[in-house]
């Protein structure tokens, strides 16, 4: 991945709208090697609480291309959290992002909440969650870059994920269109609304965009929540034209979403890809367990 100059003179790099021949080689090399299936982003795990090198350069080298990598192992429900973070810390995610709901660690058991505030968030029932990327209502400043999370135990039914590589849908957008780019990237592009819970302190209104790069990195971060109740989009035939475009292609059928359920022992490990959930259904003896870790950081080989 190229990476923003930061001395003087036009942005350069496969992000910058004027540099148009690092985009097109960026762009080919990415496109010359996609996952056609989950399967070629998994990697099996002899035991997740210690990792081998060789896991972890798999793992590394998928999250590189595909801003993504699927594991599976042996279920490990015990001490979950100690060793997800552990697991995580391997690819140097450990700045926790840290939400009014998440347990004290950071780290949140996604499953059906039966009482209390969890209850009002859709990510704690057993409704579809829609396309998103993770931390969408975050202030600028702490972005969540990197995700994990991990299947302890899948539903009766349902609860699949769908995922798409978000610089994937850079490119399908850019491609159509780069005024759908400059468009999503103004900073006052999507607000979220402010939010008041009760008992937590009151979230002010959050503009930003849904397309920023990293100046540090380089690298291609997005903002999106396709709920309608809990983003105001700006008032520019633009960005209107941008959003409709970005729906359609994540939900026209576009060939580079990825559709994978979760089996106990299957996690996800990525840089905040695109991603929604199907509803599930629950029976008394199979209760969905999610665990998922936010992080500010990427991932990275280290
Ligand atoms: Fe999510």
Redesign the pocket.
């Known amino acids: 991945m190229g990476v923003t100059a930061q001395t003087a003179g036009p942005p350069r790099g496969p992000f910058a709208p004027d540099d148009a021949a690092a985009y097109t080689r960026w762009r080919d090399a990415k496109l010359a090697h996609l996952p056609a299936r989950p399967d070629d982003l998994l990697v099996e795990l002899a035991d997740p609480r210690a990792v081998t090198a060789a896991e972890r350069a798999a793992l590394a080298e998928r999250c590189r291309r595909h801003n993504m990598a699927l594991f599976v192992g042996p279920v490990v429900a015990d001490g979950t959290r100690d060793w997800l973070r552990a697991f995580a810390r391997t690819f140097g995610l450990d700045d926790l992002d840290s939400n009014m709901l998440a347990d004290e660690d950071g780290i949140s058991p996604l499953t059906v909440a039966a009482d209390g505030p969890r209850r009002a968030y859709i990510?704690y029932t057993d409704r579809p969650?829609s396309w998103?990327?993770?931390g969408y209502y975050n202030p600028l400043h702490r972005p969540v870059r990197g995700?994990v999370?991990y299947t302890v135990q899948d539903a009766a039914e349902g609860g699949e994920n769908a995922l798409l590589d978000h610089e994937l849908a850079y490119i399908a957008l850019r491609d159509a269109d780069p005024g759908h780019i400059a468009a999503l990237s103004q900073p006052d592009a999507m607000t979220i609304p402010p939010n008041a819970e009760p008992g937590q302190p009151p979230r002010p209104a959050q503009p930003g965009p849904v397309f920023s790069v990293d100046p540090l990195t380089g690298a291609l971060h997005m903002r999106y929540t396709a709920r309608v109740r809990h983003v105001v989009w700006k008032d520019d035939p633009a960005v209107t034209a941008a959003v409709a475009a970005l729906n359609g292609l994540l939900n026209g059928g576009c060939p580079w979403v990825l559709r994978h359920r979760m089996a106990p022992g299957q996690g996800l490990l990525c840089n905040n890809v695109l991603?929604?959930?199907t509803g599930f259904r629950d029976a008394p003896d199979r209760t969905r367990l999610v665990y998922?870790a936010r992080f500010h950081d990427r991932v990275s080989a280290a």
């Open positions: 990510p969650l998103h990327t993770d995700l999370l991603h929604n959930r998922r």
